[in-house]
């Protein structure tokens, strides 16, 4: 995401970017990119009257984000035909200056407003664990022993049309006083990044097959190690 | 943090975990432990009647959190005097089972509820700046250009008190139907870490000293590149 490139205007005053408003964008391919780089969210939602914060898993198919859980989730309940906010971030690096004060970090960050909706029915909702497999690792669904009924059941799926949202992002070098120029320290970026490590597998049997590859983690791909039990 | 180990009784009925209990906790050497791990954190705050939900840096000292940015910023303005709910999520790996619904992911969450106070005055909000530094990149701080009144000034920084908790981790192996056993597909653990990459050097100068190390990330210490320019 090219940084202070805007895209469209932003589709409300509330997901206007104001401080740093050179580093927002509004348009959907700098949103996808964000959105399809992740894997976590932060949902925000009222419950009792006050403001909750919970991860949970996300995907996007199309124009919209899904979330899911057990049909006995709290968040879920809550969730469900409201409004909520759906934050996706990602920390890629420590911006280090030689004062404290200009001190930040590289980012990429995607906000939604919206209002969640139940996916409905059982064809529908097996549609969309297909997709959010195969956008999380790719050719495993047809893999996997078939989802029963009271599996489908048991799982309520939310999804939220991208409507409104902002894109902030910061990259790219230290900035800095010019008269901090000389000032004996260390200045400059250290990239952070989401890193797969060596797959464990559940045992011997599992271990007869590939791990899958995790493309939305840039780290090397994950080896296979037989865990001895 | 050793899994179904309960800690403490939770503070409040709102932050007990519901769904999958047993990983819930709610003693403090849990919750520092997940704290202490990371320096991104999601706030989660009341505007104009809607949650929103804003990712910063935090740091922890002692009993209480914190938090800052620019006097401008509109989400420390809202979460001023506010109560405000603060999430760390600690995304630990990816958990593939030989179903789909046996999926999961495991992970770290700190949940923190309380009321966000300012910390006022330039020796109070210097003293908090350099506890930031010193849990992020240790001795940095004295090696720093000093901080101007100005700086102090165009600075806020927000407390919270740890009081109202409650931690929930998921950890080890999948756990699946046993009539799924011989399946024959890949189950196992995909760990996922932050890793630190190579730090890059602003300039010349710069690259004359050495990087800080990042103890909170367990990838391996950053190694100095001066940039060419």
């Given at each position: 995401v090219p940084q202070g490139t805007k895209g469209n205007a932003p589709r409300s005053a509330r997901v206007r970017v104001k401080r740093f408003?050179?580093?927002?964008?509004?348009?959907r391919e700098a949103l996808d990119a964000i959105l399809d780089a992740g894997v976590l969210c932060h949902i925000g939602f009222l419950f009792d009257g006050y403001p909750v914060v919970t991860p949970t898993l996300y995907w996007r198919h199309g124009g919209h984000v899904f979330w899911h859980g057990s049909n006995a989730s709290r968040m879920l309940a809550a969730a469900e035909g409201a409004d909520v906010r759906l934050t996706v971030t990602h920390l890629d690096g420590m911006v280090l200056t030689r004062s404290a004060y200009h001190h930040s970090?590289?980012?990429?960050?995607?906000?939604?407003f919206g209002h969640a909706e139940r996916v409905d029915g059982p064809d529908e909702k097996q549609s969309r664990l297909r997709q959010m497999f195969e956008s999380l690792f790719p050719a495993r669904w047809q893999q996997l022993r078939p989802v029963s009924q009271a599996?489908?059941?048991?799982?309520?799926?939310?999804?939220?049309?991208?409507?409104?949202?902002?894109?902030?992002?910061?990259?790219?070098?230290?900035?800095?006083d010019d008269a901090d120029e000389h000032w004996p320290v260390w200045s400059g970026v250290v990239p952070l990044s989401v890193c797969a490590g060596r797959a464990t597998a559940s045992d011997a049997a599992a271990a007869k097959f590939s791990a899958p590859d995790f493309a939305?983690?840039?780290?090397?791909p994950a080896i296979n190690v037989a865990k001895t039990r």
């Amino acid at each position: 995401v090219p940084q202070g490139t805007k895209g469209n205007a932003p589709r409300s005053a509330r997901v206007r970017v104001k401080r740093f408003h050179e580093r927002g964008r509004y348009d959907r391919e700098a949103l996808d990119a964000i959105l399809d780089a992740g894997v976590l969210c932060h949902i925000g939602f009222l419950f009792d009257g006050y403001p909750v914060v919970t991860p949970t898993l996300y995907w996007r198919h199309g124009g919209h984000v899904f979330w899911h859980g057990s049909n006995a989730s709290r968040m879920l309940a809550a969730a469900e035909g409201a409004d909520v906010r759906l934050t996706v971030t990602h920390l890629d690096g420590m911006v280090l200056t030689r004062s404290a004060y200009h001190h930040s970090a590289n980012y990429r960050c995607a906000m939604l407003f919206g209002h969640a909706e139940r996916v409905d029915g059982p064809d529908e909702k097996q549609s969309r664990l297909r997709q959010m497999f195969e956008s999380l690792f790719p050719a495993r669904w047809q893999q996997l022993r078939p989802v029963s009924q009271a599996e489908l059941k048991a799982t309520k799926i939310l999804s939220m049309r991208i409507d409104e949202f902002s894109v902030k992002c910061r990259e790219g070098d230290p900035q800095e006083d010019d008269a901090d120029e000389h000032w004996p320290v260390w200045s400059g970026v250290v990239p952070l990044s989401v890193c797969a490590g060596r797959a464990t597998a559940s045992d011997a049997a599992a271990a007869k097959f590939s791990a899958p590859d995790f493309a939305r983690f840039s780290a090397a791909p994950a080896i296979n190690v037989a865990k001895t039990r």
